[in-house]
């Protein structure tokens, strides 16, 4: 598709201008590789409205740097403070004076920095400049978090056959994560959750050491990284045959998650989406189970826009790559999540999670 970051850039730089900024300062690290490629853990960027770049960051990346970003930006290695060669080179920005701010993104300490020591720039607080762009996925974004779907259902698949009673949800993250490694995820993305028996009713579980006994409910969410660009999944499985309490509520999310996800569609309302599987939910009795939203966006973090909540009003975009999360969870008893990554594309959603629903029984 060849490299879209100039493209991104003017749009930004656009958007700055319709504003009536001078430019915009990025604190954010997935912004900032968005825009420029970078991919370090320490920069700083300044886009200008007439679509100039700089990137400042530290010797450790001074041939990464170059390398992942070439002349797309003014790159500046500094051996001292970022923010010491962030305020040199700005001066030789022409007509910068009055300039914008990730205000998501920026600790109170930095921003002391903005009021004292660039107190010669005027400065205004910006929400989401970046993130709006980075919604719509490109063909080459799509490719890298398909890739990592495909990353993490094939471990998915390497590990449910070594589970079993008796092993501690530590082993078995263990094994996923091994698993993750070996199939070509760069990192994880977030901390893999395993949670069996009553811990599956935590939706967000910190995977412990407690051993998985037969009849166990286990939930298992844990997502895959592709040159950045993530995926997220969730399977809940029973050790040993379910009871029919298990394939009550299984049943149940099951047909929560396939609904949502054949009806999700660009130019829906968040909020309309998440009614899909929470109505479906709240008709068979487990709507108060129900807690969380419905999904979330997917590409170089984990969560990122667009949300598919009650209280989100947004429209979804064309190209923008969401979760599709349905859950019950019983205090006590245990929970049930079935989580897929849908591609809103011009016509039909596109499932890149191409793994079972079906409850799998491992032993």
Known sequence: MGDRRPQRVAALADTVAGMGLDGVLLTSAPNIRYLTGFSGSSALAFVTARRDVLLVTDFRYKTQAADEVGDLA?????????????WQHILSLPAVEVAGFESAHLVHRDFQRLLEAGA???????VDLVETLRERKDADELAHITAAAQVATRALARTLPQVRAGLTELEVAGLLEHALRAEGSETFPFATIVASGPRSALPHAATSAREMHRGDLLLLDFG???????????????????????????????????????????????????????????????????GHS??????????????????????????????????????????VRIEDDVHLGAGVADVLTQFTRELLVVD
Do not use: K
Request: hydrophobic share 40%.
């Open 74 to 86: 003014r790159l500046v290695v500094e051996g001292q403070s970022l923010w010491t060669g962030l």
């Open 294 to 335: 419905l999904g979330h966006g997917l590409g170089l973090e984990v969560h990122e826009a667009p949300r598919l909540s009650r209280t989100a009003d947004a429209v979804l975009a064309v190209g923008a790559v969401v979760t599709i999360e349905p859950g019950i969870y019983r205090p006590g008893w245990g929970g």
């Open 224 to 290: 895959a990284s592709v040159s950045g660009y993530c995926a997220d999944i969730t399977r809940t499985v029973v050790l040993g045959p379910p009871d029919d309490e298990q394939q009550e509520v299984y049943g149940i999310v099951r047909a929560a998650n396939e609904a949502a996800a054949g009806s999700v569609r660009p130019g829906m309302r968040g909020r309309d989406a998440d009614a899909v599987a929470r109505d479906y939910i709240d008709r068979r009795g487990y709507g108060d189970a129900f």
């Open 120 to 126: 010669r720039w005027q400065w205004r607080p910006t």
